[in-house]
């Protein structure tokens, strides 16, 4: 009983933990498209269309898995290393600070280390880069919600991006039993 006590008392309400979430989507599936977008015209010559949205298809499928384990470590984090933390009104810029710098970074990292020839620069250097932007995003999650703007910035996008939410979930779950039915055959 004590344990769901203090899971229902640091447990934000659904609306934060809704924008939180359209953050990560807006963050995930943007980069997804961005870069087959780029992609894209060369498919053109040797995919067909439904080939092509076959791979969106897988491509958003496992983007909503990705989005939900990038939501669950954001709430694993605030029930754990930000527990300390009381302030609840927080919990919305907090944790979309360090869903962006992590996922910003692995975007960041990915767009630097495109080509397969890149692999071991980018195994070798796999571990400083995580030791330099884990702490980052822990510490500016922590100190930069304070500043009022910082929380009004994010906040304000939180509530635009939810528009995402409700685009690119129906996309997904369509994607998904695409993909599943894809697998049975």
């Known amino acids: 009983m004590k344990l769901l006590k203090l899971i229902s008392e640091r447990m934000p309400d659904s609306k934060n933990i809704l924008a939180v979430y359209a953050f990560i989507v807006t963050l995930v599936y943007s ?12 498919w053109l010559f040797y995919l067909s269309i439904g080939q092509i949205l076959s791979v969106y298809a ?18 694993l984090l605030d029930f754990t290393v930000f527990l300390f933390l009381k302030n609840k009104e927080e919990f919305q810029s907090r944790s979309m600070i360090l869903a962006g710098i992590l996922l910003g970074t692995s975007m960041l990292r990915l767009a630097l280390f495109q080509n397969y020839e890149d692999i071991t620069a980018f195994l070798s250097g796999e571990l400083l880069w995580w030791a330099i932007a884990i ?14 703007l910082v929380r009004t910035i994010f906040e304000g996008f939180a509530e635009r991006a939810t528009v995402f939410v409700y685009i690119y979930i129906p996309l997904s779950l369509i994607s998904l039993v695409v993909v599943l039915i894809r697998n049975i055959n």
Not at 31 to 42: A, V
Not at 58 to 75: K, P, R
């Open 31 to 42: 980069w997804t498209l961005f870069t087959s977008f780029y992609k894209l015209p060369s």
């Open 58 to 75: 897988y491509a958003f499928s496992f983007d909503l898995l990705e989005s939900l384990i990038a939501l669950t470590v954001i709430l």
């Open 135 to 148: 702490p980052l995003g822990l510490v500016l999650a922590v100190f930069a919600p304070r500043i009022k």
